[in-house]
Every structure is written in structure tokens, then in C-alpha cells.
């Protein structure tokens, strides 16, 4: 079954550090992989995806992510972080069958302490 | 661009009424809009695709009696909760694709709390 696993519940980091959110994917055939963030009481916002080409793939808000084809991996990074990346972050595949569909991961709080 | 809006953004209902929930894709077309379930602090549970011009198609274990699907038109969506129980009280979120390929981000609304009391 195709899924996307994040393995931390939450990221502490401190404001200007560098901040990466991790995340592994299970797919059959060619993963094509999402970034979104959530703040309170919203909906989600797209980040990046990564469908071919270069493995760096830069996204909105000054974040980038790897992609890692033999590590099964799509880690989301930013450079230095702000105490307004404070968010929930999913990571999702789209459904190598099944209309569009996506899979999230179970999302990770990010905490930026000033 | 790819805005989505949802109306209403919360509603506060009594148990065994029915409510609705529309989901419009702003300046794109969308012949394919999803309907998510958010629990607190817990990811997205997808509830049910939603198909222009025809029939919705449902996740396992999501009852389509219960939440019925409209796809009227290439911009609207709506879900109706009916006969509303406090169980169903959650944070409802849809999306919606311009295209049809699985390439395609999906763009999110942000979202409708409903409290059933």
C-alpha cells in the first residue's frame, strides 16, 4: 500500500536555526510528493511537490525539499526558521491509482522558540 | 491564483438537523473536488471524491446516506451532513484539482467547523 510516514510528532527549533521536517513515502511506480502546512483552525496551504527532474525542489515561504529516490524520502528543510513557520506540516503521495487521490502523512507540529 | 473557499467557515447545529457545506474553486475549473475529515491535532481523512456531473465516489467506512455529495457545476461543491449527531462534529475541509492528472496540486479550502449540539 502507498503511504508517507513522518516520524516525529514535533520539531522544536530555535528562531534562525535551520529546520527540517522529515518524511519517508511507500509507493508503487513513480511517487509524486506534496508539501502542505496548516495553521490553526485553517485549511492547508501547498508548500512544493516533487514530480521529476532535479531532486531540490524549492517551494513558497523560503522552503526547499530533497528528494531521495534510494532513501525513500522527501525531507522538508528551510534554512533558518522563523517563530511564524510555527505550523502543523503534512506530507503527502499522490495515489498511483486512484483518481488524484492523496495520502497524507500523520503531519508534524513545528515549534519555533524565539 | 487556485483559490478555494468554503461557506460556511463554522456552524453550530442542533442533533437531527442537516447541514450544508459548499466548496467553490474561485478563478480555476474543477471537475474533481475531494472532502476531508480533520480530527484535532490528527492528519486529513479523506471522506469522499467529488465528480462533476456524477456520482461521488466514497472512502470505505464513510456512509453516503450520511454525507451527501453534490457536484453541480465545474465550481461548486457541497456537503451535506444530514441528521447531524454530536459525533459528527469535526473540522471539515475540502479540495480541489485544476486538472485531472496526478501531477495536479491540490488546493485546499480553509475549512468549516461544525459543533452539533
Known amino acids: 500500500a502507498q503511504s508517507v510516514a513522518q516520524p516525529e510528532d514535533q520539531v522544536n527549533v530555535a528562531e534562525g536555526n535551520p529546520l527540517t521536517v522529515k518524511c519517508t513515502y511507500s509507493v508503487s511506480g513513480n511517487p509524486y510528493l506534496f508539501w502542505y502546512v496548516q495553521y490553526p483552525n485553517r485549511g492547508l496551504q501547498f508548500l512544493l511537490k516533487?514530480?521529476?527532474?532535479?531532486?531540490l525542489v524549492k517551494g513558497s515561504y523560503g522552503f526547499e525539499a530533497e528528494f531521495n529516490k534510494s532513501q525513500t524520502s522527501f525531507h522538508l528543510k528551510k534554512p533558518s526558521a522563523l517563530v511564524s513557520d510555527s505550523a502543523l506540516y503534512f506530507c503527502?503521495?499522490?495515489?498511483?491509482?486512484?483518481?488524484?487521490?492523496?495520502?497524507f502523512g500523520k503531519g508534524n507540529q513545528v515549534v519555533v522558540i524565539p | 491564483g487556485a483559490v478555494v473557499s468554503q461557506h460556511p467557515s463554522w456552524v453550530i447545529c442542533k442533533s437531527g438537523t442537516s447541514v450544508k457545506i459548499e466548496c467553490r474553486s474561485l478563478d480555476f475549473q474543477a471537475t474533481t473536488m475531494f472532502w476531508y475529515r480533520q480530527f484535532p491535532k490528527q492528519s486529513l481523512m479523506l471522506m469522499a471524491t467529488s465528480n462533476e456531473g456524477s456520482k461521488a465516489t466514497y472512502e470505505q467506512g464513510v456512509e453516503k446516506d450520511k454525507f451527501l455529495i453534490n457536484h453541480a457545476s465545474l465550481t461548486l461543491s457541497t456537503l451535506t451532513v444530514t441528521s447531524a449527531h454530536p459525533e459528527d462534529s469535526s473540522f471539515y475541509i475540502c479540495?480541489?484539482?485544476?486538472?485531472?492528472?496526478?501531477?495536479?496540486?491540490?488546493?485546499f479550502g480553509p475549512g468549516t467547523r461544525l459543533l452539533v449540539l
Open positions: 503527502a503521495v499522490s495515489l498511483y491509482y486512484g483518481n488524484n487521490r492523496l495520502a
Open positions: 516533487y514530480i521529476t527532474g532535479d531532486n
Open positions: 479540495s480541489a484539482i485544476p486538472g485531472t492528472s496526478r501531477r495536479e496540486t491540490q488546493y
